[in-house]
């Protein structure tokens, strides 16, 4: 089982040199990949006073593409994961363009996690349909997969047409890895049918629930005539409610559970700075190594 970190977008701050310090410190500490999350924007929680998301405008966030093409340049080794990049509030061909560069200038290096997201505010400043999103991103999938694969691409469905047109340059993989991160069935349903993995976004335990839905989504695979074997599946691993020796004992409860990959979150766990965050990994991967 593959074995990376969550990289901490709310809490590392903008200086370039401790980013490129934080992305060395994980590759050189052995780590498969590191994840980012998404957000392009953040409500005012203050005017907004209905406001109840996850997160707001005192929040900050790289944007994950460009976040890659810097950390694709400071490392050399280390997978660049998105989880989840919404997907469905941005423009298909430009998505598909800008990871196939992430992909080329990293040496085939992308996974791209997608998800439909929650945060109506970033739909509406972006001018795409909330509404539809789910049923949409199926069609982006396929339509991303088309471009990374097909130097023209002739191609006409309910939301996307593209008439003998194509990206240069084309990815190194082709196709980039497409997985779903998202907690409803609908979600769960994708993962199986066409997703190449799925991605347990809000899933820290690998309790009785966790393992069903990943029996779920094993069976949707094979309902879809594919081989669930062939599905990922990424675990998450939060340092802000385990000990160390806890966190350890979840590497093996999600291998388990027949998961390929986790990912440590350091996140809200109460570190002050860049270099907390880096001791925190440093110290999980001593002792689950130990």
Known sequence: MKVGVTFPQTEIGTDPGAIRAFAQSVEDLGFDHLLAYDHVLGADHTTRTEWRGAYNKSHQFLE??????FLGAVTSRIELA????????????????QAAVVDVLTGGRLRLAIGT???DVEYEALGQDFHNRGARSEEQIEVMRALWTQEVVTFEGRWHKITAAGINPLPVQRPIPVW??????AVFRRAGRIA?????IRYASTDERTAGIIERIRGYAKEAGRDPDDLGIEGRIDLAKLSIEEAVAQVEAWKGLGASHVSVVTMDAGF????DHIEAVRRFKSALDG
């Open 64 to 69: 994950p593409l460009v976040l890659f093409g």
């Open 82 to 97: 998105t989880g989840v990049l919404v997907l469905s509030q941005r423009q298909t061909a430009l998505v598909a363009k």
């Open 117 to 119: 997201g929650w945060n």
């Open 180 to 185: 779903v991160g998202g907690t409803v069935e």
């Open 196 to 200: 190449d993995g799925w991605v347990a």
């Open 272 to 275: 002050n700075s860049p270099d």
